[in-house]
């Protein structure tokens, strides 16, 4: 993979959660980093869970392997539009110099 590939701007969100006036944890992301990345779809299927037709899509990101102390499988990924929750991380390419990202978006 060169460097040249990643030319898909991606935001990286990382999970913040609170307590509300009620005492319910919420959850919500937050910005955490903008990284250039590459994008393969993967393909998708459809699934039913809980009498609920439930579509996915299937994508793995590449990105430069940074010093990303704290990229977890909680970070969820902001592409196109759309979120994107992360399932897989692999380091690739010797010497660690990518990230593969394998990710699932439930629509």
Do not use: C
Request: hydrophobic content about 35%; cysteine-free.
């Amino acid at each position: 993979m060169q460097i040249a590939d990643l030319d898909r701007r991606i935001t990286l969100e990382n999970p913040t959660r609170f307590t509300d006036t009620y005492g319910e944890e919420i959850l919500t992301y937050a910005f955490y980093r903008e990284v250039w990345a590459k994008a393969d779809w993967e393909g998708g299927g459809i699934n039913e869970e809980s009498e609920k037709i439930t579509a996915t899509s299937k994508l793995i990101f590449y990105i430069r392997n940074l010093d990303l102390a704290d990229f977890t499988t909680d970070t969820r990924i902001e592409f196109d539009s759309k979120y994107y929750y992360i399932h897989v991380i692999n380091q690739i390419e010797g010497r660690e110099q990518f990230m593969e990202i394998l990710t699932e978006q439930k629509v």
